[in-house]
């Protein structure tokens, strides 16, 4: 799928130094991936989270980390549903 594929370059990317291009490719994946991979969109997340940090940009390095706790709550709640639907 696209969203995997553009996380991969992401992750070649960073390994390879270039911080500013694994965060294009990142940010691509993310709008890219299934709104119901709440899971992923936290794990992803975070990972933006320590490139921006790593790239001298705190502000935005927050704003992904807060985005990377909604998620892990909205996949909490998820998780919690597909329990109480399935006794």
Do not use: F, K, N, V
């Not at 990317?13 to 691509?28: F, H, N, S, T, V």
């Not at 709104?35 to 790239?55: F, I, K, M, Q, V």
């Amino acid at each position: 799928d696209e969203a995997a594929s553009l996380y991969r370059a992401a992750r070649l990317r960073a390994l390879l130094g270039d911080d500013p291009g694994a965060i294009e490719a990142l940010r691509a994946a993310l709008t890219r991936l299934a709104p119901t991979a709440s899971d992923t969109r936290a794990a992803w997340l975070t990972e933006l989270a320590r490139l921006y940090d790593a790239t001298g940009r705190p502000e935005d390095a927050r704003a992904a980390s807060r985005a990377a706790r909604a998620a892990r709550s909205e996949a909490r709640a998820a998780a919690a549903a597909r329990i109480t639907d399935h006794p």
